[in-house]
């Protein structure tokens, strides 16, 4: 297994500081968090490209996946959206990360017209990421929350340059358990992101274990070769407690449910 954490957690935080903080509590990589707030995104220039592959590779960290903001299933005109696609995935083929983050967003869609955005959408743009080395991943959130809801539309774009990001509290909240949700994505998953909260209501950050999700479960489920990231939101409750003193901690119960799951399949 291994072990990456989101940027999300470190709000502005230049990119030699948290790589550095990702090798000294032994994460194997990063989810860079793309926004034009952070230090790099997809509007940012091929020297900035190549020198933070530099500090990454220094440090001895990878780049997880690009965590992007389009919304494939949203209402609206699809260039719009394929050109952000293909902008996050020309970023995420110069930083070498296998992956790339986008929502679903069509919450104030009807699920048929959401869902035939999001098919339509990746369907165009798969073929694009695959021949860049990169896999666009919907994540389980908004309008397509559930495992079962993002399979519905991955089903039907049937194409190895699209696949799901299982986040686990959106499953949770919408009511799957892990092993269901795991079921559900066998043919999609990409990574799996981990968190933790106090309850369906209140949603700022806790670290790893303090909260309610069913981290273990899905833990359990993952694959033995996959990753586990850490998604901290602390851009978004900036009253949550900072995320570097945290990691060692996060890592270590990461560790240690991940040799859980593995003992209990050898025991069976």
Known sequence: MKYAFSTLGLPGTPLERSA???AAHGFDGLELRAHPEEPLHADSPAAERAAGLRTLTAAGVAVLGVAGYAKVA???????????LRALVRLAADLRAPYVRVFPGGGDLSEADADANAVRRLRAAAPFAERNGVRILLETHDSHGTAAAAARALDRVAHPGAGALWDVLHTW???ETPER??????????YIQVKDVASARELTPLGLGAGVLPLAQAVATAPRDGWLCWEYEKRWHPEAADLPGQLAGGRE????????????VQAN
């Open 181 to 190: 949700s795991r079921q559900a994505l066998a043919a999609h998953l990409g």
């Open 253 to 264: 119960y990461l560790a240690r449910l991940v040799a859980a799951g593995a003992a209990a």
């Open 20 to 22: 550095a903080l990702a």
């Open 74 to 84: 949203a209402a609206g005109a699809d260039e719009p959206v394929l050109a952000e």
């Open 173 to 175: 909240l919408g009511g």
